[in-house]
T-cell receptor, first 113, second 115 residues
């Protein structure tokens, strides 16, 4: 079955620390990849997306993600987090063969000043 | 920036009562989705519309849930009767067309608490 895994359920960092959140998916065919963020009390917002081309994708607020096809991974990174990055982060994968968008379980990030 | 509008934001209802949520997608978006997000989990698709037609409702508990998008614009999701396990956030989203190659935009969600 198609699935998306986010192994880090809860990450706690100090400001200025580097961040990497893992995302793996189960399917080896054509996919579109997304990272969404949900700030406390707000709706899901798109951070970045990968459809094709350069596997290193830059998004808003200094976030980037790298698609590694051989590892079925799309990890999210930020070199220096801020307190305002405290939020829940969801990886989502659109599997072309079924045209479904499947979300991971999310990673809760807490950044302390 | 255009947004997906949802109402109500919060709803508390008693078990066995009926509840309804409304969604107005971004103008011009043909595809509309209803997701359910249980606390601590990622959103799960309940139903997907392309214009006024349902294209995927395989995860919709049809004995108690119904969804419609009569004129292909706004949509209503209904639960009758509500059960305790329905407590969750119900998210509406829209995209210009179906998933592949399109970005999905989410509304703020409707929190449902069933007591």
């Amino acid at each position: 079955a198609q699935s998306v895994s986010q192994h880090n359920h809860h990450v706690i960092l100090s400001e200025a620390a580097s961040l990497e959140l893992g995302c793996n998916y189960s399917y080896g065919g054509t996919v579109n990849l997304f990272w969404y963020v949900q700030y406390p009390g707000q709706h899901l917002q798109l951070l970045l997306k990968y459809f094709s081309g350069d596997p290193l994708v830059k998004g808003i607020k200094g976030f980037e993600a790298e698609f590694i096809k051989s590892k079925f991974s799309f990890n999210l990174r930020k070199p220096s987090v801020q307190w305002s990055d405290t939020a829940e982060y969801f990886c989502a994968v659109n599997f072309y063969n079924t045209d479904k968008l499947i979300f991971g379980t999310g990673t809760r990030l807490q950044v302390f000043p | 920036e255009a947004e997906v509008a949802q109402s109500p934001r919060y709803k508390i209802t008693e078990k066995s009562q009926a509840v309804a949520f409304w969604c107005d997608p971004i103008s011009g978006h043909a595809t509309l989705y209803w997701y359910r997000q249980i606390l601590g989990q990622g959103p799960e698709l309940l139903v997907q519309f392309q214009d006024e037609s349902v294209v995927d409702d395989s995860q919709l508990p049809k004995d108690r849930f119904s969804a419609e998008r009569l004129k292909g614009v706004d949509s209503t999701l209904k639960i009758q009767p509500a059960e305790l396990g329905d407590s969750a956030m119900y998210l509406c989203a829209s995209s210009q067309d179906s998933y592949s190659g399109n970005t999905i935009y989410f509304g703020e969600g409707s929190w449902l608490t069933v007591v």
